[in-house]
């Protein structure tokens, strides 16, 4: 069913998907190998589309109620609020994630997962996004990033902003296209 909803939903708004096809489980596995879920908060994913990196966070032990998802498109985010029930599921805008959270009641984030396509937007709207998701996270969380290229798609002023460490996580071949996957610490 998601790579149906992922094709109908490519076809009908090709500019909003960060990928001509859905995340493989090789790239899902590497955006969350470095969340160890003993005593983890809150995890926030931007951009979770039909749930690949979701069901990776879910796979590796994070519970559902702990997961706290942004997604733009309506029809994905109904898909999210069946496939992963006890999930708080948002339809809204990353770079409005602060005030769309406010009715949550959760403030803060030990991870955030973004499968956001950063490169595909404009600079001040890539800003605003890193700048919401930098200012959720908890001392010492961190923001980790997709891209389809091989340079980090975090703005560099944003990073260092936040007083960030850039680390690069690793490639996967076994995605179509590769992908290159890239996580900034904060200090904590």
Not at 22 to 28: E, K, Q, R, T
Not at 51 to 74: D, H, K, M, W
């Amino acid at each position: 069913m998601s790579y149906k909803l992922w094709f109908q939903t490519y076809l009908r708004h090709p500019l909003q998907l960060g990928a001509l096809f859905p995340s493989g489980s090789a790239l899902s596995s590497l955006m969350v190998r470095h969340i160890k879920p003993e005593g983890i908060g809150h995890v926030l994913e931007l951009g979770p589309g039909t749930g690949s990196f979701t069901n990776a966070l879910v796979r590796i032990g994070i519970p559902e109620e702990r997961l706290v998802l942004i997604e733009q498109s309506q029809e994905f985010a109904a898909f999210l609020s069946h496939t992963f029930p006890r999930a708080t599921v948002i339809c809204g805008n990353a770079d409005e994630a602060g005030h769309i959270l406010k009715p949550t009641g959760i403030g803060k984030f030990d991870e955030v997962v973004s499968g956001i396509p950063l490169k595909a937007m404009g600079k001040e709207l890539r800003k605003s996004v890193c700048h919401q998701a930098f200012s959720l996270l908890n001392p010492g969380g961190s923001l980790v990033q997709v891209s389809y290229f091989p340079r980090c798609s975090i703005p560099r002023d944003s990073i260092r902003d936040h007083s960030g460490k850039t680390i690069f996580c690793g490639v996967t071949v076994r995605n179509f296209p590769p992908a290159f996957v890239w996580r900034v610490q904060t200090p904590g």
